[in-house]
C-alpha cells in the first residue's frame, strides 16, 4: 500500500516568515495530494491540494509543489501569521488517503 | 449544508467493553471512510464504503472491529472487545467520488479512551 512520510514533525517559526514541509510518498500511481490543516480541537480541512498532472500551484500565501519523477510534495506557507499555527497533513490517493503523521506548525509573534 | 458529524465527541470505556461510534456523512456522499490517529502519528486509514458496500477494510486492525453502512446513510464502528491500544481519535470522512477526484469533508472526530 501508500506510505506516506513527512517532515519535519514540528515547526516553529516567527510571525512572518515562511514555513515549508516535506512529504514523500511511495506508490506511484497516486494521483492526488491533498493538504489538510487541523486547528486544535476542530476537525481536519482541506486548505490546497494538487493533482498529478501540475507540478505546482498556489492560493495566496500557500502554496504546494509535487515532483512525480522523486515522488514528493511540497507546503509552503508565506508571510506566516499566529492562526497558521495548527497541525498540519499531507496525503497521497489513488482512490483513498494515506497520510502523513502531521506537522505541528507553531507561529511565534 | 450540514457538515459530517460524529458522535460521541468523547468516550470513555474499560477495557474489555463494547463501544459503537457513529458517523453521519454529507448527503449525498456516496464514500464514507473511517480513520484513526493515535496520539502523534498519522491518521491511519481504516476502511471505505461506497454507499453500503465496503469498497477496502484492508486497515481495520483486527475482528474486534466491525463497521457497518446499512442504507447507505449512516455508518457505525464498533470496537468489541475493546483494548488499550484502540485509544485514538475515530475520524470519519465523506465525499461525493473517490479520494483521487473529490474532496474528503471530515468528521470532528470521536476521541477514545480505553483505560
Known amino acids: 500500500g501508500e506510505n506516506v512520510e513527512q517532515h519535519p514533525s514540528t515547526l516553529s517559526v516567527q510571525e512572518g516568515d515562511s514555513a515549508v514541509i516535506k512529504c514523500t510518498y511511495s506508490?506511484?500511481?497516486?494521483?492526488?495530494f491533498p493538504w489538510y490543516k487541523q486547528e486544535l480541537g476542530k476537525r481536519p480541512q482541506l486548505i490546497i491540494d494538487?493533482?498529478?498532472?501540475?507540478g505546482e500551484k498556489k492560493d495566496q500565501r500557500i502554496a504546494v509543489t509535487l515532483n512525480k519523477t522523486a515522488k514528493h510534495f511540497s507546503l509552503h506557507i508565506t508571510e506566516t501569521q499566529p492562526e497558521d499555527s495548527a497541525v498540519y497533513f499531507c496525503?497521497?490517493?489513488?482512490?483513498?488517503?494515506?497520510f502523513g503523521a502531521g506537522t505541528t506548525v507553531t507561529v511565534r509573534a | 449544508e450540514a457538515g459530517v458529524t460524529q458522535f460521541p465527541s468523547h468516550s470513555v470505556i474499560e477495557k474489555g467493553q463494547t463501544v459503537t461510534l457513529r458517523c453521519d456523512p454529507i448527503?449525498?456522499?456516496?464514500?464514507l471512510y473511517w480513520y484513526r490517529r493515535v496520539m502523534g502519528k498519522e491518521i491511519k486509514f481504516l476502511l471505505h464504503?461506497?454507499?453500503?458496500?465496503?469498497?477496502?477494510e484492508s486497515g481495520m486492525p483486527n475482528n474486534r472491529f466491525l463497521a457497518e453502512r446499512t442504507g447507505g446513510t449512516y455508518s457505525t464502528l464498533k470496537v468489541q472487545p475493546a483494548e488499550l491500544e484502540d485509544s485514538g481519535v475515530y475520524f470519519c470522512?465523506?465525499?461525493?467520488?473517490?479520494?483521487?477526484?473529490?474532496?474528503?469533508?471530515f468528521g470532528q472526530g470521536t476521541r477514545l479512551t480505553v483505560v
Open positions: 494538487i493533482r498529478s498532472n501540475v
Open positions: 470522512a465523506s465525499s461525493l467520488g473517490d479520494g483521487a477526484n473529490t474532496e474528503a469533508f
Open positions: 506508490d506511484s500511481a497516486s494521483n492526488y
Open positions: 448527503s449525498g456522499h456516496d464514500n
Open positions: 464504503f461506497v454507499k453500503e458496500s465496503k469498497q477496502d
Open positions: 496525503a497521497a490517493s489513488r482512490g483513498k488517503l494515506s
